[in-house]
């Protein structure tokens, strides 16, 4: 069975500058989150999509950070502009069953360093 | 206070020591998960337990409910299982999860 994939895995930009990350999740798993990681904490959740909708959102900085899952498979994260604070790792899962109850598959992460 | 605590937050080890990595969380909860994280950055589920205790390989995870405690056991370490290891559990809506801040676990041969 296929993992969550996620691109790039690396990207390096400059503040105020835009980028976009992409995933792919295990086929069939209709819930789909987005974390956010910055160095020495553990992942925060950004947002949680349930097939293509929005199930929480709460913690997306919205001024700066959109997602979206158009046709409930994979899904793009952009953050735009980019700032120095936004420096982490960035990482998609996805799981079968809605909720904190199922087990949550993550995928390999893209490292964001913005300069 | 955070939701999910962790104990220690680093731990240097020789080869072949057990391991013990301790959880608390504030929340009530009807399941825990273990979770690896490699340098590299990708996590790995160890284990999800709502009860009791679970073997896998070296790795032996319990959890007591009533005290809201959970252990990661390492038995026979090796440098192999470096990595950062996270406890999670799900949020108050139960939509999402909320992570500890993970333990660095170094190995030494």
């Known amino acids: 069975e296929a993992g969550v994939a996620q691109s790039p895995r690396y990207k390096i930009i400059e503040k105020r500058q835009s980028v976009a990350f992409w995933c792919n999740p295990i086929?069939?798993?209709?819930?789909l989150y987005w974390y956010q990681q910055i160095l020495g904490q553990g992942p925060k959740l950004l947002i949680q999509?349930?097939?293509?909708?929005?199930?929480?959102d709460s913690q997306l900085p919205k001024d700066r950070f959109s997602a979206e899952r158009l046709k409930g498979v994979d899904s793009t994260l952009k953050i735009q502009p980019a700032k120095l604070e936004d420096s982490a790792v960035y990482l998609c899962?996805?799981?079968?069953?809605?909720?904190?109850?199922?087990?949550?598959?993550f995928g390999p992460g893209t490292r964001l360093t913005v300069l | 206070k955070n939701e999910v605590e962790q104990s220690p937050q680093n731990l240097t080890a020789q080869e072949g020591e057990f391991i013990t990595i301790n959880c608390s969380y504030s929340?009530?909860?009807?399941?825990l998960h273990w979770l690896q994280q490699h340098p590299g950055g990708g996590i790995v589920s160890l284990f999800m337990l709502s009860s009791g205790k679970k073997k896998h390989g070296r790795l032996i995870a319990t959890i007591n409910i009533q005290e809201k405690h959970s252990s990661l056991h390492i038995t026979a370490s090796h440098p192999r299982d470096s990595a950062v290891y996270i406890c999670?559990?799900?949020?108050?809506?139960?939509?999402?999860?909320?992570f500890g801040a993970g333990t660095r676990l170094t190995v030494k041969p």
């Open positions: 929340v009530g909860i009807s399941a």
């Open positions: 086929s069939g798993h209709a819930t």
């Open positions: 999670a559990v799900p949020g108050y809506n139960n939509n999402d999860m909320r």
């Open positions: 899962a996805s799981s079968f069953a809605a909720g904190g109850q199922g087990e949550q598959f």
């Open positions: 999509f349930q097939n293509n909708g929005v199930v929480d």
